[in-house]
């Protein structure tokens, strides 16, 4: 058996907007609140999709979005899914597990007021570099913080960036980390995750699975694309343009 544990956005698909102008042969992948198309699979990433089908890879999302956003994906996927970050396990048919229920909110609630201080410390940053703040919820319970900037301004981003991080290395006993992307920037749990999650399903439903392999576009899929025997991640993402940015010596 062949398990494939892929990040959705900007990994399996995108918004239009980040796709070159005119490209022909699109797939809806994904609805918008309004019902209509709102991001594609490029031809290659659709003769993917089908190279996993026909070959009977076992396809499983490993995904930030909640299982409203969940359901607004097209894709046929039929085995399990991780939703929020890793906090949430779905069964193949669809019901929320909850043994991994009981056990992410058991690791939570210890963090809960490291998440309010450390929302309350930059709530009055946000504002002024116009940011909007979203708590995030998984099981009913406040897991991450994520500072939005309609214009996905990079430097109102960075300086976001700067302060949560300054403030979780302060009080780095609180358990949190920050993560960042093109669009926003998060603060969430540093050791309950998406890696914690695939990690989990690789020991209790595919033990035997011959070969894992990993897809993703951006640092915070490093964790669980290092749980998994391979890893692929599309050129032009956050990892790639990092990695291409380090001018490391060749050793």
């Not at 544990?5 to 980040?18: A, G, H, P, V, Y």
């Not at 999302?61 to 906090?87: E, K, N």
Request: aromatic share 6%; glycine share 8%.
């Amino acid at each position: 058996m062949i398990v494939a544990f892929s990040d959705l956005d900007d990994t399996l698909f995108q918004t239009r907007r980040k796709l070159p102008l005119g490209m022909d042969g699109l797939t809806p992948a994904t609805l918008g609140r309004d019902g209509q198309p709102h991001s594609f699979c490029t031809p290659a990433q659709s003769a993917l999709l089908a190279h996993f089908a026909s070959s009977g890879v076992t396809l499983i999302p490993v995904t930030g979005r909640d299982q409203a956003a969940m359901a607004r994906v097209t894709l046929p996927f039929t085995s399990w899914r991780i939703l929020d970050h890793g906090l949430t396990l779905l069964r193949p048919d669809g019901g929320v597990d909850l043994d991994w229920r009981t056990y992410v909110l058991t690791q939570l609630e210890p963090l809960q007021d490291a998440l309010a201080d450390c929302t309350a410390a930059v709530t009055g940053l946000a504002a002024e570099h116009g940011c909007r703040l979203t708590r995030h919820t998984a099981h009913g319970t406040h897991f991450m913080t994520v500072f939005k900037h309609p214009d996905a301004d990079a430097t109102q981003l960075e300086q976001m960036q700067l302060a949560l991080e300054k403030h979780v290395e302060r009080t780095y006993d609180s358990g949190l980390h920050v993560i960042a992307n093109a669009n926003n920037v998060s603060v969430l749990p540093r050791g309950l995750g998406k890696s914690e999650a695939v990690r989990h399903l690789r020991e209790t439903q595919f033990p035997h699975a011959t070969l894992t392999l990993a897809l993703g576009d951006s640092l915070s899929d490093l964790g669980f694309m290092n749980a998994c025997d391979l890893a692929i991640t599309p050129p032009g993402g956050q990892l790639l343009r990092t990695v291409t940015a380090a001018k490391l010596p060749q050793r």
